[in-house]
């Protein structure tokens, strides 16, 4: 078996903004690399000019230059302040249409405006460490940019150690994954570019430099650590019948009625007010939470069960937060207060409306099962079907469904009628601890197969 290759890709342009791809390979990457610096400007010769083959070709550049030890590079001293280059941002606004394709990536730009704190990621036996980015856009959107091993190592040092003048980074091939509805990750091929001299970084920290103000708000708020439908949902988005949807599905989106009359529960949690993991500490008690290490008192979180059921299925699912006041129409606090005094929240109103109204509900599976065995899932986002659209047929969905024979035994259990009581009403609630907070999982993280063993320096 031979030595796997290594190799390191730079893109070098012109003043014309003609482009072409260098590349270094093996053990001429420690002797060559560190004479090229990104946003340098070089007169490089008796490279190895080279047809990069069609599958290798990325960003349409179609040369490729091999540097070795014999290839002469010398600095030349540039008075640019700006580099004529232009590049193709994806919109936050349309992230979502990548996200989770292997075969896709995307180029960003965004002021790096905060951090979340480092995590140590074990699978396979194989640590990782990776850190989330805040990234804002002039529009003030948010989406979180994981940095993984040395891309954290080198650019992610660079952005922490600069917080505070509002860097501008060009992440340049970004995975889009699902975290909290859209977030971005580097993966071996990603590229980041910290302040790159072009117009439209400097625009854009000036932009950040005039909204100091709005921008701590929005750092203070932490909004940016919950799901965000704005970067999820798109007007036309497609949707799966409950009978088919899967445990290995990261995330679905599914038309459906909620229900909940027959479920015995409590409808809420004691929870960090920070990271809303579940906490023993009583309401209002300071204390420091064991997961985010914030102190902060002990608050009510509004949490409960559902069945999400359409004419092919029905899946059991936990809603939280302000997704589930909503729904219950009481908050956390009232929830609390009646079961403390031994008294039901008087939801006949609740059950009543619910039969008459369809919801659009994004959902992700969780590893814990039900006492049944049943898989169950979160949903992270939910509103209501207009009436006119409650019955149209799915997008992308066959008109006549093939079930499985285990899944149309499982739904008809689900949807016995028996005694009149709905497919959950053999469900028991029993000691199931409250701690899936949906914005707090160590499994949210992405798989570190994202992490970067061969860093790009430039695009």
């Known amino acids: 078996m031979g030595t796997p290759t290594k ?20 053990a001429d990457i420690a002797r060559m690399s560190p004479m090229l610096q990104v946003y340098k400007k070089y007169k490089i010769s008796n490279a190895d000019v080279r047809t990069i083959p069609p599958k290798f070709q990325t960003l349409g550049l179609t040369k490729q230059w091999v540097i070795t030890s014999k290839t002469v590079i010398e600095e030349v001293n540039g008075s640019e302040d700006i580099m004529p280059v232009k590049f193709s941002f994806t919109q936050f606004a349309d992230l979502a249409e990548y996200m989770d394709d292997r ?62 003048s509002y860097p501008v980074i060009i992440g340049r091939r970004l995975k889009v994954t699902n975290y ?10 990603s590229a980041l570019l910290v ?25 203070d708020a932490k909004s940016y650590i919950k799901y965000n439908p704005a970067l999820c949902f798109k007007p036309d988005q497609k949707t799966t019948l409950i009978c088919n949807v899967i445990p290995s599905q990261k995330t679905v989106w599914v038309k459906a009625k909620l229900s909940f009359e027959h479920i015995f529960q409590k409808y809420w949690y004691m929870s960090c007010a920070k990271c809303c993991r579940a906490t023993a500490a009583d309401y209002g008690i300071e204390f420091t939470c064991n997961l985010c290490k914030e102190k902060g008192p002990a608050m009510p979180r509004c949490r409960f069960d559902v ?17 589930a006041e909503n729904i219950l129409t009481f908050t956390a606090l009232e929830a609390m207060d009646h079961f403390n005094q031994n008294l039901e929240l008087p939801l006949e109103f609740v059950h009543a409306r619910l039969k008459t109204k369809t919801f659009l509900v994004h959902v992700k599976p969780v590893q814990t099962q039900l006492a049944d065995a049943r898989q169950r899932y979160t949903i992270l986002y939910c509103s209501e079907v207009e009436p006119e659209f ?7 969905e066959p008109e006549s469904v093939s079930v499985s024979a285990h899944q149309q035994t499982e739904n008809e259990h689900l949807l016995m009628t028996g005694d009149g009581g709905s497919g959950s009403k053999v469900r028991l609630r029993l000691s199931q601890k409250f701690d899936e907070a949906e914005t707090v999982d160590n499994n949210d993280f992405e798989s570190s197969d994202a992490n970067s063993k061969k860093k790009a320096k430039l695009g």
Not at 307 to 323: K, N
Not at 390 to 396: C, D, R
């Open 103 to 164: 075969s896709k990536s995307v180029d960003v730009l965004g002021v790096v405006i905060s951090s979340l704190a480092k995590k140590t990621i074990t699978k396979n036996s194989k640590q990782s460490n990776v850190q989330k980015f805040v990234l804002l856009n002039e529009e003030s959107q948010t989406v979180l940019l994981s940095l993984w091993d040395d891309f954290l190592n080198n650019e992610g040092q660079v952005l922490l150690n600069n917080m505070q």
């Open 390 to 396: 409650g019955h149209a047929q799915l997008t992308g």
């Open 180 to 189: 909290n509805g859209v977030a971005l990750s580097t993966w071996f091929d």
């Open 195 to 219: 302040d790159p001299p072009i117009q439209e970084a400097r625009q854009l920290k000036n932009w950040a430099m005039r909204n100091a103000k709005l921008i701590a708000e929005i750092i």
């Open 307 to 323: 069945d999400l059921s359409d004419d092919s299925g029905v899946i059991p699912a936990s809603i939280f937060g302000d997704l």
């Open 7 to 26: 190799k390191q890709k730079f893109v070098f342009y012109d003043s014309e903004s003609s482009k072409v791809e260098g590349i270094i390979f093996n």
